[in-house]
């Protein structure tokens, strides 16, 4: 992002993830940006540690060194004799690699753990990153432009806005064998018209293992069926794990005893039929993913169309469902279903997004709280399960004693999400009957 530029109140940052399609000599030259990147980040890893011994001693009145200082080590480096070489690269990206040790040490005593003295290594062709200068970063239809590297090929996008883009936060990264470019963009807020405006929209997660968010229009969204890559993706694991046991067994004599084999396994490099491997549990890891991505995503633009007053959305705490699950009376196969339905749904990434989207139409975004019972009360007269009454995770029915009234365990749920909405908005359609939870709910 250009220095001094200021983003304007109307203005947020959207993300953008492209596959690159570079060259063999363009190949090369990204894996000298990854190695330089290490180097330098090693290097500051060096000066910290150096730093901290002197604190501890009493030589220095700081325990980790300044962006200042960091600056003028860097300067100082790509000027000298012995390390010239550095200025044939960005400058950017070997700051941000020394930087990232100063935030490190820093969030680290911010959260009262030990000094991180960790070095970054080598290990086989798996996960690298370096930053690129957003302001000279240019975006075409199916190409990049990156600093001192110049023109790469990409797979076909529709992140392009024109030729005045805003980048933010510019980063090339390798991943199993695949090079990405990430980062951020601004774009405008959409004004949002109050003519067509709808009721509030209560989204409640589902319980059933074919379905996955069920919402207060009646509206179903199943999960997608990731079984047969799943699979695959557990028969590529137990590959891995033999190769990895073999590899380490010959690394002793016959006579040797080796308790843990897989423990050496992060002590050496990959060899090539095991990165092969990796390369391909990560490619079907990352196919699984965009699966259940591209219904969510999909999901959420249908309700940026419909243009609600609000959106409520449930406090999902996966861990603690998953908990519960494993205590509750469910059949072994209910259970497991269920749990996989929290794992692979990504609840956090599906809220992250839905206020991504909410911010940019203007939409507020409620969240119930934890305590509000959505499932324990009744959508039509208010009453509130208690005691042996209250609904289970095997219960798919709600059926109120007071009112009679029979609905599915889910939508239930989503319309008492959709009165919290109608409480936020001060609407006279807010039933009496839950007065008592008016309040139960805050702005995320």
């Known amino acids: 992002m250009p220095i001094g530029c200021k983003i304007s109140p109307n203005m947020i940052v959207t993300g953008f993830k492209i596959r690159l399609k570079p060259t063999k000599k363009q ?18 890893m060096e000066y910290q540690i150096q730093r901290k011994s002197d604190y501890d001693s009493g030589k220095s ?10 600056t003028k080590i860097i300067t100082d480096m790509r000027h000298s004799e012995d390390y010239g ?63 001192k590297i110049g023109r790469i090929k990409t797979e076909r996008h529709q992140y392009y806005k024109g030729p005045d883009m805003v980048f933010k936060g510019i980063q090339v990264v390798f991943d199993h064998g695949e090079y990405f470019v990430t980062g951020g963009y601004l774009v405008e807020k959409i004004r949002r018209s109050e003519k067509n405006v709808n009721d509030p929209i209560g989204i409640d997660f589902g319980t059933k293992r074919d379905s996955w968010f069920v919402d207060s229009h009646y509206r179903t969204i199943k999960r997608p069926n990731t079984d047969k890559i799943s699979k695959q993706i557990s028969r590529s694991n137990a590959r891995l794990a033999r190769k990895q046991i073999i590899n380490n067994l010959k690394m002793f004599d016959s006579d040797s ?13 990959p060899t090539k039929k095991e990165l092969k491997e990796m390369r ?25 169309k419909e243009n609600p007053s609000a959106i409520v959305i449930e406090d999902l705490r996966a861990m603690e469902m998953i908990s519960a699950t494993k205590n509750s009376s469910m059949t072994k196969e209910g259970k497991a279903g269920f749990i996989r339905n929290i794992i692979e749904s990504i609840p956090y990434k599906f809220r992250s997004h839905l206020k991504h989207q909410c911010d940019i139409h203007g939409i507020p975004l409620i969240r119930a709280n934890k305590e ?15 005691g042996n009454d209250r609904l289970k995770l095997a219960d ?36 009496e009957s839950h007065l008592e939870f008016a309040n139960d709910y805050s702005i995320v």
């Open 27 to 44: 190949r090369e030259i990204l894996d000298q940006y990854f190695n330089t990147y290490r180097f330098c980040y090693n290097r500051a």
């Open 61 to 70: 009145k700081t325990s980790y060194m300044s962006k200042v200082e960091l």
């Open 85 to 147: 070489w550095l200025s044939d690269f960005d400058c950017t990206m070997e700051r941000d690699a020394m930087f990232l040790t100063s935030d490190c040490i820093s969030q680290a005593e911010k959260e009262h753990r030990p000094f991180p003295y960790r070095f970054k290594k080598r290990k086989g062709d798996v996960y690298r990153s370096f930053a690129s200068r957003p302001d000279r970063f240019k975006l075409y239809r199916r190409s990049v432009e990156l600093t």
């Open 257 to 269: 005893q080796v308790v843990q084999p897989l423990a050496l396994t992060n002590s050496r490099f």
């Open 280 to 304: 391909r549990i990560s490619k079907l890891t990352r196919r699984k993913i965009n699966i259940v991505k591209d219904v969510m995503y999909k999901y959420v633009s249908d309700l940026m």
């Open 372 to 386: 509000f019972p959505s499932t324990q009360l009744c959508s039509v007269c208010g009453h509130r399960m208690t």
């Open 396 to 431: 798919r029915e709600f059926t109120c004693p007071v009112c009679g009234s029979e609905l599915d365990r889910d939508l239930n749920s989503s319309f008492n999400l959709k009165y919290l909405g109608w409480s936020f908005l001060k609407d006279p359609n807010f039933p």
